[in-house]
């Protein structure tokens, strides 16, 4: 099972986007969303909100909750 951090990043490489892209998006820096997708740092659930919202899937998807 992936964690969701591998998730976030597999989706923003399937939608051809940078860190930095991203970054923009939260509110935030490259380094501080680089950190949330190597799993350094938890992402906050506003963050992850944001991203459910703009990659149009939801958090059980992201999470991992929808694996059996």
């Known amino acids: 099972m992936k964690r969701y951090y591998e ?3 597999e989706l923003r490489e399937d939608n051809d986007l940078k860190q930095s892209d991203i ?3 939260l ?3 490259q380094q ?3 950190r949330y997708e190597n799993g350094i ?3 906050p659930v506003r ?3 944001t991203l ?3 990659y149009g899937v939801s958090a ?3 999470l991992g909750l929808d694996e059996k």
């Open 32 to 34: 501080v969303y680089s």
């Open 47 to 49: 963050h992850l909100v």
């Open 60 to 62: 059980d998807k992201v």
């Open 7 to 9: 998730k976030l990043r």
């Open 41 to 43: 740092n938890e992402m």
């Open 23 to 25: 970054a923009h998006l």
């Open 52 to 54: 459910c919202r703009f």
């Open 27 to 29: 509110g935030t820096t």
